[in-house]
C-alpha cells in the first residue's frame, strides 16, 4: 500500500483547509485509515481515524473543528479542517493499516506529510 498526499499550506486563523491521501490499492479485508501530525519539538499525535466501517474517531481537540472522510469511487481518504487555530500547525501524515483504528497502534503504510502553518 502506498500513500500520496495533497494539501497542506498556510493559513490565517479561522480559515479552513482540505488534506487529500490517495491509495494506491483498493483494501478489501479489514482496515484503518487516520491523520496524524507533529509539530516542531514535539511527538507526533492522532488526529482522526476511520475504519472500514467508516466509524470515525478525533482526538479531543479537534472534535468539531475537523472532519475524515473517504470516497471510495475515488480511492481518497480527506481531513476537512475548520477554524484552524496556530496550535494546529504541524506537519500531516496520512496513514493505514490492517484491523482497527488504533492510535497506538504500528501503522502499516504512511503517506509522505504535508506541513500546514497557522498564523495568527
Known amino acids: 500500500v502506498q500513500l500520496a498526499q495533497t494539501g497542506g499550506g498556510s493559513v490565517q486563523a479561522g480559515g479552513s483547509l482540505r488534506l487529500s491521501c490517495e491509495l494506491s490499492?483498493?483494501?478489501?479485508?479489514?482496515?484503518?485509515m487516520g491523520w496524524f501530525r507533529q509539530a516542531p519539538g514535539n511527538e507526533r499525535e492522532f488526529v482522526a481515524g476511520?475504519?472500514?466501517?467508516?466509524?470515525?474517531f478525533y482526538r479531543d481537540s479537534v472534535k468539531s473543528r475537523f472532519s475524515i472522510s473517504r470516497d471510495y469511487a475515488k480511492n481518497t481518504l480527506y481531513l476537512e479542517m475548520d477554524s484552524l487555530k496556530p496550535e494546529d500547525t504541524a506537519v500531516y501524515s496520512c496513514?493505514?493499516?490492517?484491523?482497527?483504528?488504533?492510535?497506538?497502534?504500528?501503522?502499516?503504510?504512511w503517506g509522505q506529510g504535508v506541513l500546514v502553518t497557522v498564523s495568527s
Open positions: 496513514a493505514f493499516r490492517w484491523g482497527e483504528v488504533d492510535a497506538a497502534a504500528v501503522w502499516d503504510a
Open positions: 490499492v483498493r483494501p478489501v479485508r479489514n482496515h484503518a
Open positions: 476511520i475504519s472500514s466501517e467508516e466509524d470515525t
